[in-house]
């Protein structure tokens, strides 16, 4: 400890490039922060969704409609403790740009149970004695500042019945997500009003949320509903909603591959510049470390003065690059989906700033200690 | 003419002392071509997406939607539409005096992909018999073109090679009927990557009334003009003329327009790092050459050319790296085939990302070399000589 005013004279020997290896060292862990922090919050996401959910969608691909008929008598499978309808109407509010998503459900008291949403008693009360009623996420409300009582027009390419492509719907409650269901800018209807209302696609449904009593029996439950419908005009496809995310997520790309590359492509470079920073400082200090051993500083506390200079720059900076990236995740929202950077990140983050500090000073330290005490205090 | 004298020795001065300054050197170099590098490695894929969606765009090729419909996947088109544009002045005919123009529906459908079984959904095309008439550049590589009214549909280049179960003869499972794949093309484009089958067969199977699109080659470019006046002076006619060529370079922004983001966000960081290190070895290099320097100055050098010499030395120590860069980039991921989202294209190191990337590399260098330079010029004569 009590070398530490003689390590932070050394960190600041030359302020203006301390800096600048400072600011060097905090963009490349910001990137690293993002980047890393992008794809761990992926994972995490995936990690959190609930394993006791199935989803049923169409045999042919997620988007095409199944008819809304298969409810009962997917409800009726065993281990099935409660289905779920969902179908979406997409819109936009006002402008084109802003576009807002419509999930219609039946509204039932279960819904009170729907994992990840949370919704009050009243509210869907309100929504299963209004046909037209909407809940709006508590995101929306207050972009839009919209209150109980307001009726909101929605702009969509799917026409009403007689032809409109105009939707009107009476604001009755709102709710909130607690998990990642992608409803946070969206607004829960009636699957009865947008099912009778709609001039094409009557009776079905994008997909059944099935809610299993045991994860366990997952595959067994997908099967037996899955061969309700098999040889049918409307095969099924039921799939564990873990699985769902999983391979959604590996559609966009090899998102591992890139991270990996463009991390390893910064910390490449700077373990260079952190080097040559330090070979060049200490180039310059050699008659200052030849003094301190002159005085009777052994080798050994000579490379650890070099190695700590290094660690505590290196990490310092890194950290606060961390909390940059840390910062910007919930600015970023749009582009992150409201993701957020998990600890574990960090943690890399500084084990990372850990060994970059290490390598990049071990030959500037190894120089250090095996300095000739004689020859640098003559300056040669 | 004294500057430009003065400039080159002093540039001389720098080059031959560069040997000694080997790390700082090397930080540049390396610095620059990572930035580089990832840059263009980076932006090759949505070069690449680009290239494969405007491959085969036609000045004399019109895609028509439903008004006010932002792409294909929210337009839809009655036969009524469709019947009454192929019947516009302006459209193409063949031989047989037919319209030029099919309508269009599309469907999505799932496969896996041969590499590593991963699931995707792509798109099945509904066209009409005029299709091999409005895309010339499609031909079948292999078996034969679908039959009107039978289950049978052709796949597409990158979907047969890169999926399983699209050879000829395999049987698809949709809505529970066996389609028989019959054939391959290959567009070289847009089509390259989904299925081929009949229209109205289409249609009745997924149960569809309405088209999602038109698409109809033109007399010529010229004859766009006519019928678009002929389509506005059709009140019934609730359609929108896209010309092939923008509408699909707004088609592929949606795509490339996120990519490029991300890329250029990464490289501006990575760049942005990678300046600062410039800076640090370039006040190093010139640090190190203070009392030459001095000495030159004392004589009667100018503090332009200390200036600009100090400039381009920055500038030739990230060219190299700019170069190295790009040559890795190119070497490692150009040609590459990825499949993001059910699309398939090959990514692209074009020339103009190259130059892009040394662009941004001299822009680095630039600023990198800028203060050290005002240093250099603004060393005091006096002490520095002095000095050591």
């Given amino acids: 400890m009590k070398y530490l005013p003689l390590i932070w004279s050394g960190i600041w020997r030359k302020p203006g490039r301390a800096v600048l290896i400072f600011l060097q060292i905090l963009f490349a862990f910001l990137l690293f922060g993002l980047l890393q922090g992008f794809k761990s919050g992926i994972d995490q996401v995936i990690a959190q969704t609930r394993a006791d959910i199935l989803i049923v969608h169409s045999r042919q691909s997620f988007g095409q409609p199944i008819p809304l008929g298969h409810f009962a008598r997917i409800q009726a499978v065993p281990g099935v403790k409660a289905v779920f309808v969902q179908n979406f109407l997409m819109g936009s509010y006002q402008f084109p740009t802003q576009r807002i998503l419509a999930d219609a459900v039946d509204p039932d008291l279960k819904w009170l149970r729907y994992p990840g949403l949370e919704v009050s008693r009243s509210d869907l009360d309100a929504l299963i004695h209004t046909r037209t009623g909407a809940l709006v996420s508590a995101t929306l409300a207050q972009k839009y500042s919209w209150k109980v009582g307001d009726r909101i027009p929605l702009h969509s390419n799917l026409l009403q019945e007689n032809g409109s492509p105009d939707w009107s719907f009476d604001i009755v409650g709102t709710f909130r997500e607690s998990e990642h269901l992608g409803l946070d800018e969206a607004i829960i209807i009636s699957n009865d009003y947008l099912n009778e209302a709609r001039a094409d696609k009557k009776n079905t449904v994008q997909h059944f949320i099935v809610l299993t009593d045991d994860p366990k029996q997952l595959a067994a439950v997908a099967q037996a509903v899955d061969d309700l419908f098999a040889n049918s005009q409307d095969e099924t496809r039921t799939e564990p909603l873990r699985e769902m995310a999983q391979s959604q997520f590996q559609s966009l790309g090899d998102i591992n591959f890139v991270v990996r590359s463009v991390v390893g492509a910064v910390f490449f470079a700077l373990l260079f510049s952190v080097g040559a920073m330090m070979m060049q400082s200490l180039r310059e200090r050699s008659p200052e470390l030849a003094v301190l051993k002159a005085l009777g500083f052994s080798d050994g506390k000579i490379f650890w003065i070099i190695l700590l200079e290094a660690l505590i720059s290196c990490v310092f900076a890194a950290l606060l690059g961390l909390g940059c990236a840390a910062a910007i995740f919930p600015l970023a929202k749009a582009y992150l989906g409201g993701l957020s950077m998990p600890y574990a990140v960090a943690a890399i983050g500084a084990g990372l700033a850990v060994v970059l500090a290490l390598i990049g000073a071990a030959m500037p330290a190894w120089r250090g200690m095996r300095l000739p005490v004689a020859e640098a205090l003559g300056g040669r | ?388």
């Fill in chain 2, 1 to 388: 003419m004294k500057i430009f004298k003065q400039y080159i020795a002093l540039l001389q001065l720098s080059l031959s002392s560069l040997k000694d300054r080997g790390g700082s050197v090397l930080v540049t170099l390396i610095g620059t071509a990572c930035v580089v590098g990832v840059l263009i490695s980076m932006l090759s894929i949505g070069a690449g997406a680009r290239a494969m969606i405007m491959h085969d765009a036609r000045a004399d090729r019109v895609w028509v939607l439903k008004h006010g419909a932002h792409g294909t996947g929210d337009s839809s088109l009655s036969r009524e539409a469709v019947l009454s544009t192929a019947d516009m002045p302006g459209v193409k005919k063949d031989v047989h005096d037919k319209a030029m123009l099919y309508g269009a529906v599309f469907v999505g459908v799932e496969g896996r992909k041969r590499i590593d079984n991963a699931r995707t959904t792509f798109a099945l095309f509904g066209v009409g018999a005029q299709f091999p008439a409005v895309h010339p550049e499609f031909h079948l590589t292999a078996g034969r073109l679908f039959r009107p009214g039978l289950r049978e549909l052709i796949a597409g280049k990158s979907r047969h090679e890169l999926f399983k179960n699209f050879e000829i003869g395999d049987h698809v499972r949709l809505r529970g009927n066996e389609w028989t794949v019959v054939g391959h093309f290959e567009t070289g484009g847009f089509f390259d990557g989904s299925l081929l089958a009949d229209a109205p067969t289409v249609m009745s199977v997924f149960g569809i009334s309405t088209f999602n699109n038109a698409t109809l080659m033109l007399q010529s470019a010229a004859a766009f003009d006519e019928l678009q006046a002929a389509v506005r002076a059709n009140p019934s006619l609730d359609v929108e003329l896209r010309p092939e060529i923008p509408f699909m370079r707004e088609q592929s922004k949606n795509l490339s327009g996120v990519l490029d983001f991300v890329s250029y966000f990464v490289g501006a960081v990575m760049a942005a790092g990678a300046t600062l290190g410039a800076v640090n070895s370039m006040y190093a290099i010139v640090d190190g050459r203070k009392r030459e320097i001095a000495t030159l100055r004392a004589i009667g050098f100018g503090a332009w050319p200390v200036i600009l010499a100090v400039l381009t030395e920055a500038v030739l120590l990230v060219l190299p790296g700019a170069v190295l860069g790009a040559l890795a980039a190119w070497s490692l991921f150009n040609g590459d085939t990825v499949s993001p989202m059910g699309m398939s294209f090959k990514l692209t190191v074009t020339s103009d990302l190259v130059a892009l990337g040394v662009a941004w590399a001299l822009a680095m260098g630039l600023i990198g070399g800028l203060l050290p330079a005002l240093r250099a010029a603004s060393v005091p004569v006096a002490s520095a000589l002095r000095a050591n």
